[in-house]
């Protein structure tokens, strides 16, 4: 039974980590969303600290799945936290899809921002003013109750730091860019509805 749901975690896991390598990828090829744009203060070092993590934290997930060493520092050894962080990793990964479908053409990373073609305002975007910030790190504090393991943990603490950070960052130059930003952001939350 654990090694079924070991099993079935791992393919999940793997499964969430191809999809968005392949959905930001096809995203960022050669830069399409740049076109016909204009530039916004990007966070350049964020694009190697963000890829390391996701390849951190989603290699030590797998790893800990399996190999129970202290040196993953594992905070919790529980079949139930494990499921639960799975089910807010898979629940990320299906929302983080349907934030970029909202958001079509107008994304662009933050370590290389430009600024949206419109504002966008429906779907997600109608609540939440930044779905695939909070959707990520579903994924990342999924992944980190999901292993147990205090590295994952902390990969997620940091990313927590970088994407509030961003946020800030990414309002400021909304806020100057687009008159109406702020009749929006007085009618939405900027990452969790009835909270921030």
């Known amino acids: 039974m654990i090694i079924a749901l070991k099993a079935l975690s791992s393919l999940i896991t793997l499964g969430i980590s191809i999809s968005m390598i392949r959905g930001y990828g096809r995203k960022r090829f050669q830069r399409k969303y740049s076109k016909d744009r204009s530039p ?16 951190f934290n989603f290699s030590m997930t797998l790893l800990s799945l399996w190999v129970k060493s202290h040196l993953f520092l594992f905070f919790h050894d529980s079949i139930v936290l494990m499921c639960f ?4 990793c898979t629940t990320g990964w299906y929302f983080l899809k349907k934030a970029f479908s909202d958001l079509g053409e107008n994304y662009s990373p933050i370590f290389d921002a430009y600024l949206p073609k419109q504002l966008v305002t429906s779907g997600l975007y109608s609540k939440i003013r930044h779905p695939i910030y909070l959707f990520n790190l579903f994924i990342s ?8 393991s205090g590295w994952v943990l902390l990969g997620a603490l940091i990313s927590f730091v970088l994407l509030m950070i961003g946020i800030e960052r990414e309002e400021q130059y909304l806020t100057k860019a687009y008159g109406e930003y702020k009749a929006y952001s007085q009618s939405s939350w900027k990452l969790i509805p009835y909270i921030y």
């Open 40 to 55: 916004a203060v990007s966070l350049k070092l964020m694009g190697p600290i963000s890829k390391f993590l996701f390849i």
């Open 141 to 148: 504090f999924g992944l980190a109750i999901m292993s147990g």
């Open 85 to 88: 962080g799975l089910t807010i």
